[in-house]
């Protein structure tokens, strides 16, 4: 069964989440991830639900050699004590 949009996005963002700081994830490697435990999923909600990430900046791309999705990154002297 496909995945409503709010289950998609979490699914998405709970990947991001867990491989951050280990493996810096390319759009495409979230989308068979997401195919993979969900084989009836539809390739094009995968993408407007990693848009959906990165315009309420739950997610950001960032780019070294490559695109990936992170989570956004906390600056140094923005940190809270």
């Given at each position: 069964?496909?995945?409503?949009?709010?289950?998609?996005?979490?699914?998405?963002?709970?990947?991001?989440?867990?491989a951050?700081?280990?493996?810096q994830?390319?759009a495409?490697d979230?989308?068979k991830?997401?195919?993979?435990?969900?084989?009836?999923?539809?390739?094009?909600?995968?993408?407007?639900?990693?848009?959906?990430?990165?315009?309420?900046?739950?997610?950001?791309?960032?780019?070294?050699?490559?695109?990936?999705?992170?989570?956004?990154?906390e600056?140094?002297?923005?940190?809270?004590?």
């Open positions: 069964m496909a995945l409503d949009k709010p289950a998609l996005v979490e699914f998405i963002y709970d990947l991001v989440k867990n951050q700081g280990k493996k994830l390319k495409m979230l989308q991830a997401v195919l993979k435990a969900h084989p009836d999923q539809d390739k094009n909600s995968v993408k407007f639900a990693i848009k959906d990430l990165i315009d309420t900046g739950r997610c950001v791309y960032t780019y070294f050699g490559g695109s990936f999705v992170e989570l956004p990154h600056e140094g002297a923005a940190k809270k004590v």
